[in-house]
C-alpha cells in the first residue's frame, strides 16, 4: 500500500452558480453566533461546496486557520421531513456524547432570510472520503478493505445499539411501526414524484405491502449509511474517524437500515449498468459481498432473517423514488445540475432489480 497520508483528503469545489450564498450576511451571522470558535484575525470568508451529494446542499467555510462545514436544503420541491435542518442539527448534537463519530455541532439558523433558508454549521473533519473510488496515492490491500468494510458494519451495528433514553433521542420519531410507515410513505412520495418517463412501480409496492415482516425492532437508524458518507482517517484509512449525513436519520428498524445500505453497494460482478452508477468503492478487491454484508450484521447482532428479501426490495425501491425525487426537480427545471439529467435512467434500472429479487424471493 502506497502511504495512505500521501492521498488527497476530500476537497471542496467552486460553488455553483445557482447555489451560491451571500457572503458578507454568512460572515455577519457567524461573528454574531459563533465569534468565539473563530480566528481573533479571521481574515475574509472563502466559501467552496462539495459537489459530490444529489440531496442537501453541503459547503465549506474557510476562514485563516479554520474551516467549517454549512449544510442547508435545495431549493423547489421536497419532502419537507428529509430536509428538516433544525431536527439534523438536534439529533447530531445529542448524539455525539454516546457516538463520538458525529461530527461536533456548532450554530443552528432558522432565519431564512440570512442566506435564502435555514442552515446550520458544524466541525470541519479533515480525512479522506471514498468517492466512487479512492482517491489518487490511497492503494489499499484486500486485507485492508475487507477491514474498512467489517470497521464500517461495527459503526453502523453500534449506532444501532445507542441507548435512546440515555442521549434523549427516544422522542425524535414515532418509532413502532415504522415499518408500515416507510412502506406506504415512499409509495406515496414515488406517485407525487412520477414523470412520464419512468415504468410504474404497481407491483413492486404491492409486494412489499404484502411481504412485510410480522415484528420489528427499534433503533436509532441513519438511513443512508455508506463508505461516501464516512471520512477515514489520513493515517490509517481502515480507521473511520467521522460519518457525515444524517438528514434521514430517525428511529426505525435496523435491517432496513442495512437494506438501505445494501442498495448501493455495487459488487465486481454485477452488471454494466450497476457498476456505471456506482457511488462508492465498494467493488474495490477485498471488498465484502452483500451476503457477507448481511451474513456479518447478522451474526455479530445474533439476528436470525430467513430470507432478507424484503429488506432488500425496500433498499432499491426506497433508493429508486429518492432518485426519482431528484429527477423530478430537474425535469421541471427547479435545479440545472446536469448530474441528475439521466436519473430517469437509474430510476427504471432499480425497479427492474425490484423485480428481479422479488423473483428470487
Request: with cysteine; proline share 4%; hydrophobic share 35%.
Amino acid at each position: 500500500m502506497t502511504d495512505p497520508s500521501s492521498a488527497v483528503v476530500d476537497q471542496a469545489s467552486d460553488v455553483r452558480e445557482e447555489e451560491t450564498l451571500p457572503v458578507e450576511a454568512l460572515d455577519s451571522w457567524l461573528a454574531e453566533h459563533i465569534g468565539d470558535e473563530l480566528p481573533e484575525d479571521r481574515g475574509t470568508l472563502r466559501i467552496t461546496q462539495y459537489t459530490g451529494g444529489v440531496s442537501n446542499w453541503t459547503y465549506r467555510l474557510d476562514y485563516n486557520g479554520l474551516a467549517l462545514v454549512l449544510r442547508r436544503p435545495p431549493d423547489g420541491t421536497k419532502a419537507k421531513s428529509a430536509h428538516d435542518m433544525g431536527r439534523e442539527f438536534r439529533l447530531q448534537k445529542r448524539l455525539r456524547p454516546a457516538f463520538p463519530h458525529v461530527p461536533r455541532m456548532l450554530a443552528y439558523c432558522r432565519d431564512e432570510s440570512v442566506i435564502g433558508a435555514e442552515f446550520y454549521v458544524m466541525e470541519h473533519v479533515t480525512g479522506i472520503i471514498p468517492r466512487r473510488r479512492f482517491p489518487k496515492g490511497l492503494d489499499l490491500s484486500s486485507e485492508q478493505a475487507r477491514q474498512l468494510c467489517t470497521n464500517a458494519l461495527d459503526k453502523l451495528i453500534k449506532l444501532h445499539q445507542v441507548d435512546l433514553d440515555s442521549t434523549g433521542l427516544r422522542k425524535i420519531a414515532k418509532g413502532k411501526g415504522y415499518t408500515e410507515r416507510q412502506v406506504n410513505g415512499w409509495c406515496g412520495r414515488y406517485e407525487k414524484a412520477k414523470t412520464w418517463n419512468v415504468f410504474g412501480a404497481g407491483s413492486v409496492m404491492r409486494w412489499l405491502k404484502e411481504n412485510q415482516p410480522q415484528s420489528e425492532k427499534i433503533c436509532l437508524v441513519h438511513n443512508d449509511f455508506r463508505l461516501d458518507n464516512l471520512i477515514l482517517n489520513p493515517n490509517d484509512p481502515t480507521d473511520i474517524i467521522g460519518i457525515l449525513d444524517w438528514e434521514l436519520a430517525t428511529l426505525g428498524n435496523p435491517l432496513m437500515d442495512l437494506g438501505n445500505s445494501l442498495a448501493y453497494w455495487i459488487e465486481a460482478g454485477d452488471d454494466k449498468v450497476a457498476r456505471a452508477t456506482k457511488r462508492q468503492p465498494s467493488d474495490y478487491p477485498g471488498m465484502l459481498t452483500r451476503k457477507e454484508i448481511i451474513d456479518y450484521y447478522c451474526e455479530r447482532t445474533s439476528t436470525k432473517v430467513e430470507d432478507f428479501a424484503f429488506y432488500e426490495v425496500f433498499g432499491l425501491f426506497r433508493l429508486a423514488v429518492i432518485a426519482q425525487q431528484i429527477y423530478y426537480r430537474y425535469h421541471h427545471k427547479q435545479t440545472t445540475n446536469k448530474a441528475f439529467k439521466n436519473f430517469w435512467f437509474l430510476v427504471n434500472y432499480l425497479l427492474w432489480r425490484c423485480r428481479r429479487r422479488i423473483a428470487k424471493a
